[in-house]
């Protein structure tokens, strides 16, 4: 099911996107609530509003799907971390200490954007880059989850784009600290979350969830990987999270940049070279998620 929170004709609600492109009111809860709510609930609001009449897709404005309390951002591809370690340190090779966990950092909740949405260049960035990611919903609160536990507290799937100024980053991280500014300033996430019954068939053996994921700039392919190239599961990111710690339903928790070129710094570190080019005013991001659908933005100045 895709759940969706959209705007028409002055009211902005929570919906049910169906199949054929009708878009059908959940009354009464948002989609914050129906996520606090858990996956069983959710699906049957969604149920009672399919049952109602809808409006086609194309009368409403998509909203940003939801606001999580917080946002995880990981690094489960190894070829993005070789790639963009070459591109953004200047070093060669992946960590060995990346091996041993899945290691994220927190981004900024509030600089949060949805699908459409125009997204400002930092004033002094030049190198501003898009990421490739995919993001898992919790939908229950939980600590020292194991991993069975934390594959049973997934909501949903959305699409996330990680808008990077690598400038700022490369310089702030000689510090030893996180990409703070070169990060903190923008976040898409959507079009919507489609929960996690409706992915089921796409996850391996491995537990690994396989949909292709292809990123363009002005209507030209950049990059595109397998999803199940991760290293690690999202039920294994979120067993992690939760270690000596807390996650609560809500909480949002990306995958991190795929590789094959699933952003400009990976291939710029490869290259030795700023081809393709970084982004400029005017230029639109397009990612596309089997299963889960497309997310787009536009750069302003």
Known sequence: MRLATVSHEGRRFAAVVAASGSVHEIRGRTLEDLVAGGLPAALEAGREALAEGGVP????????????????????????????????????????????????????????????????????????????????????????????????A??????????????????????????????????????????????????????????????????????????????WTFAQMISYASRDSLVRAGDLLASGTTGGGGCLAELWGRAGEEVPPALKPGDEVRIDVEGIGTLTGTVTG
């Open 57 to 152: 897709l194309d009368a409403v404005r998509l909203e940003l799907p939801y606001r999580p309390a917080s946002v995880r951002d990981f690094v489960t591809f190894e070829a993005h971390v070789e790639g963009v370690r070459r591109s953004v340190d200047g070093a060669v090779g992946v960590p060995e200490a990346w091996y041993d966990a899945p290691t994220f950092y927190f981004t900024n909740p509030h600089a949060l954007f949805g699908p459409g949405q125009p997204i400002r260049r930092p004033a002094t960035c030049r190198k501003l880059d898009f990421e490739l990611e995919v993001g898992v919903v919790v939908g229950r609160d939980g600590s020292d989850l194991s991993e069975a536990e934390a594959a049973g």
């Open 154 to 231: 997934i909501f949903g799937y959305t699409i996330v784009n990680d808008w990077s100024a690598r400038d700022l980053q490369s310089r702030e991280m000689q510090v030893g600290l996180g990409p703070a500014k070169g990060k903190d300033f923008a976040t898409s996430i959507g079009p919507w979350i489609v929960t996690a019954d409706e992915l089921a068939p796409y996850v391996d053996d491995a537990g690994f969830l396989d949909l292709d994921c292809r990123v363009s700039v002005n209507g030209t392919q950049i990059g595109g990987d397998r999803l199940a190239n991760m290293h």
